[in-house]
């Protein structure tokens, strides 16, 4: 018996993602795009892993790229979650960031934490990727609430933000 998409998608719907920007430079620019699947996968070696759609069309040039940098975006962030959610835009418009201290990979300002990688293991799962991060450098923004997406909805913890209070737009459909 088969499982439905849209039933598959609801049914998972009820597992809180994390909120991620992944980003890279590819022939001296920066290019990234959001992730809804963003895991720690080894402490020894220190590996992390995120899964981008297969139809991407930024997630070639950050393999390209050969190393990333995972940005957790914060609860005051869905403008950016937005943003990078968005197929042929200029998705750095009006953000800040700086390099990552070893990779270079762009570090967006204001995030809850940023885990910069060297892609050590790419595989190929249905409809999506399975990459496989050695961690080279990372830090946390201690006090920062992280976003969150449940139920087709974002979600946070910031008082007063409309994220707290779980009536918000949903993101584009991530590439």
């Known amino acids: 018996m088969a499982v439905e998409p849209a039933r598959f998608r609801d049914v998972l719907s009820a597992v ?3 909120v991620v920007v992944v980003t890279a430079i590819d022939r001296g620019e920066p290019v990234g795009l959001a992730v809804g699947t963003f895991l720690s996968v080894s402490l020894d070696p220190p ?5 981008p759609a297969a139809s991407s069309t930024s997630f070639p040039r950050i393999r390209d790229a050969g190393a990333f940098c ?3 975006l914060t609860v ?4 950016v979650s ?14 800040s960031w700086r390099p990552a201290p070893v990779t270079g990979s762009p570090v967006l300002e204001g995030v809850a934490a940023w885990i910069d990688c060297r892609i050590s293991t790419l595989h190929e799962a ?3 990727f399975i990459v496989i991060g050695e961690v080279a450098d990372l830090a946390a ?10 139920r087709s909805r974002y979600m946070g913890s910031a008082p007063g933000d409309q994220a707290s209070r779980g009536a ?3 993101p584009a459909r991530p590439e």
Request: aromatic share 8%; hydrophobic share 40%.
């Open 141 to 150: 923004a201690p006090g920062e609430q992280p976003l969150v997406f449940h």
């Open 16 to 18: 809180p993602t994390s």
């Open 168 to 170: 918000v737009t949903p």
């Open 76 to 79: 005051n962030q869905q403008h």
């Open 82 to 95: 937005k943003a990078f959610a968005t197929s042929g835009a200029d998705k750095f418009a009006g953000l």
């Open 47 to 51: 590996l992390v892993g995120f899964l």
């Open 70 to 72: 995972a940005n957790v």
């Open 126 to 128: 249905g409809d999506h």
